[in-house]
């Protein structure tokens, strides 16, 4: 077997379908694109139409199998319905990629019932129930792959952590027992745990320069993350490749985490 041929076999995604909530900027963008590059059919979903076009056209003019839905993750209702119109497009999905979120960081004790609940309701609700959607019919095909996109506020505080940190701390919980759920039929599930990246999300810390250049020192490759860093590590999660890897918190952060 040539290498080209056992790379294919162990990372290739064709015939494989994603939903990527998130999918049209930030990380969620650039895990869009890697698993659409990979052969994957992608739905990407998010709230802004202009994002979304831009993203699946620049797929589309690659040659890759890319579609988007409109989707607001903010409601129950209105993930049940982004849900099916995804699903609508390519079938059911064999990889579910939950990068939409939200960061709004008051101090705590300015931390009101509206933020908590909307943080909640997107950060960590949305995964939940797009996971009870989708989670059982993979195991039912023997095949499946949910990975979330956690933060390093899952595991540590700074920067106002607030409701967002406790979302993301309770997200992985999710994977672990999603994954102690599915896993015995296929499914794996993991988080993804980015360090500091220039993203929308981060725009007001990305701001300002000298926290910039801290938090870039804190890493141990001196610098800070950039959204394509991801695409690596979601084909390698996407894939067969990762059948034995479940549970798991994957820290994508330049060595943030450990430094």
Request: aromatic share 6%; proline share 3%; with cysteine.
């Amino acid at each position: 077997m040539t290498s080209q041929a056992y790379l294919c076999e162990l990372f290739s995604l064709d015939d494989r379908i994603a939903i990527v909530t998130g999918g049209s900027s930030g990380i969620g963008r650039a895990i869009t694109g890697a698993l659409a590059r990979a052969g994957a059919s992608v739905v990407a979903v998010a709230r802004g139409e202009e994002r979304l076009r831009e993203t699946v056209a620049e797929l589309l003019a690659d040659g890759c199998r890319a579609a988007w839905t409109v989707g607001d993750l903010s409601s129950r209702e209105g993930v049940r319905a982004a849900a099916e119109d995804a699903a609508g497009v390519f079938g059911e999905p064999d990889i579910l990629v939950n990068c939409a979120g939200i960061n709004i960081r008051p101090p705590l004790d300015e931390l009101d019932e509206d933020v908590w609940d909307a943080t909640m309701a997107l950060n960590l609700e949305a995964p939940f129930l797009l996971g009870q959607r989708f989670g059982p019919g993979m195991a039912e095909r023997g095949f499946g792959r949910i990975i979330h996109v956690s933060s390093q506020q899952a595991h540590r505080a700074f920067v106002q952590s607030g409701a967002y940190g406790v979302s993301k701390g309770a997200l992985e919980s999710l994977a672990r027992s999603q994954a102690e759920a599915w896993s015995p039929h296929g499914v794996t599930c993991n988080t993804v745990v980015p360090g500091f990246v220039m993203t929308p999300l981060n725009a007001r810390l990305s701001s300002d320069p000298g926290r910039v250049a801290a938090l870039a020192a804190r890493t141990m490759t001196g610098r800070n993350g950039v959204a394509e860093d991801f695409a690596g590590a979601a084909v390698f999660l996407a894939s067969r490749a990762s059948a034995y890897v479940t549970g798991q918190s994957v820290f994508v952060d330049g060595g943030f985490s450990v430094h």
